[in-house]
């Protein structure tokens, strides 16, 4: 049998032409619910509503499929019209409806987006018109228009979502019926006895006022300084001129988290994002590829190296999952050999975490130490040879045995299950301070650090060790 659904729009008096006509030709007619204003229209009608599940159902998902199987079941033994306040495209249970039954017709009627919108005034034809029981998924967007803010919990969903998205001080229009009151973002869950006609409706500032920003605002704000008008520096660059600040930003960032400095992270992580989003712009300017396209790619790997999340494979703790990415991560880089795995370790990586890198891939062959006392014992070999070669003053001796001994050092920590690159900053870090104390020590004897001998400089090298360990 034929299913007809119909929306009712947002007032009574909405009802279009042609849904009065299927409404009087219809032989049964079940309407979502009869507590809006809409259902006015309906009321020369012969109608049955389906108030009762709201009360039976214990979520919104549940009470959609219920209202969608009710009205799918009545199809089966006569033509049945379904009406909706608000738009048929509005509704979930006629999106299910729509899944599930061919023989459907829509018969639109006034969104309740549209009428919050044009009640608030809303001037940018551009909006996203969402559901407050769908906010969650709102996405950035110039203006945004949420209906159903009929409870205090859909009132602080929407606060919290569109205070994300464009600053809980911003102004917005929060709506009822037919009246309309200006309001900040932060005051929306504050308002008193919402229900099923309440909806908010809010525009970004104009781009230098605006109180929240995105991604795309970044780009943009790169690209006006690139402009002709823009900045001298910002116009001049190139990638291979800014190549240098990823990594001097990244290091920043890093050096913040280890002081666990959150106002510094959450700065660093910008000044991050801005160097990546400046190497896209000047790509997308060359007609490479742009911000959306290295975004898009960075997500399908995500969701192709975590097919233990989004596939079929199976596994359990960090170690399986570290394996499956490896794993996926060969695949995707077509990578067959263990060869093209270490070589694909970037040059440009400090040395220190190169060597841990390379021997890690190298090691996935087979070819590693059976114990880091059997690589100590090999970095004992590696530091005899570097005596030798300093004993006979062979400077490219030196320099080759130096190499080994470093990399064989590298060897030990990783297999002791020591990050190389850690413990080599902790042990710097503990030789500044002991050199601080130590000076700051001769000096207040009233020495001069510079001439002091070797066994005098040990006392006072002892000295040192001994305070800072008081502390």
Request: charged content about 30%.
């Amino acid at each position: 049998m034929k299913i007809t659904l119909i929306g009712l729009g947002t007032r009574s008096g909405d009802l279009t032409k042609r849904a009065e006509c299927a409404l009087e030709n219809a032989s049964r007619i079940i309407v979502r619910t009869s507590l809006t204003d809409s259902f006015k229209s309906l009321e020369s009608y012969n109608t049955e509503t389906l108030d009762g599940l709201f009360l039976a159902s214990r979520s919104f998902d549940t009470l959609n499929k219920k209202l969608a199987s009710t009205v799918l079941a009545a199809a089966k033994e006569s033509d049945v019209c379904y009406c909706v306040d608000g738009a048929v495209c509005e509704d979930e249970a006629c999106k299910i409806i729509l899944a599930r039954h061919r023989d459907t017709e829509i018969i639109e009627g006034v969104s309740k987006g549209a009428h919050a919108a044009s009640l608030a005034g809303i001037s940018c034809s551009q909006y996203t018109s969402v559901s407050a029981y769908d906010v969650k998924n709102l996405k950035s967007c110039r203006a945004a228009v949420v209906y159903d803010v009929d409870c205090d919990y859909a009132a602080s969903a929407v606060k919290e979502v569109l205070s994300d998205l464009f600053g809980e001080e911003t102004d917005c229009v929060f709506v009822r019926g037919e009246q309309r009151s200006l309001i900040k973002i932060y005051e929306i869950d504050r308002q008193k006895n919402y229900d099923y006609s309440c909806a908010v409706a809010v525009e970004e500032e104009e781009f230098l006022k605006k109180e929240r920003y995105d991604y795309a605002d970044l780009e943009y704000i790169i690209k006006l300084l690139r402009a002709p008008d823009g900045c001298p520096w910002d116009r001049v660059q190139t990638n291979e001129s800014i190549k240098n600040n990823v990594v001097e930003e990244a290091y920043e960032l890093a050096d913040a988290i280890e002081r666990a400095d959150d106002d510094g992270i959450e700065e660093e992580t910008g000044d991050v994002l801005l160097q990546a989003a400046f190497h896209a712009v000047l790509k997308s300017e060359q007609g490479v590829f742009n911000g959306t396209d290295a975004i898009t790619r960075l997500v399908k790997k995500l969701i192709f190296r975590h097919s233990h999340v989004f596939g079929s494979d199976k596994t359990s703790g960090e170690d399986g999952a570290l394996s499956v990415w490896e794993k996926n991560k060969l695949v995707e880089k077509h990578q067959t050999t263990f060869g093209e795995s270490v070589l694909a370790v970037p040059n440009n990586f400090p040395a220190c975490m190169r060597a841990q890198k390379v021997q890690k891939r190298a090691a996935k062959s087979g070819m590693d130490f059976l114990s880091p006392v059997s690589a100590a014992e090999r970095l004992s070999d590696e530091v005899g040879e570097l005596i030798s070669a300093a004993v006979a003053k062979d400077k490219d001796g030196v320099f080759e045995e130096a190499g080994d001994v470093l990399f064989s050092a590298v060897n030990t920590c990783r297999l002791a299950g020591v990050d190389c690159e850690e413990a080599l900053r902790a042990s710097t870090n503990k030789f500044t301070q002991r050199f601080v104390e130590c000076e700051r020590q001769i000096i207040a004897d009233g020495k001069d650090i510079t001439e002091l001998n070797e066994l005098e400089l040990n006392v006072y090298w002892e000295r040192a060790k001994n305070e800072l360990k008081k502390h």
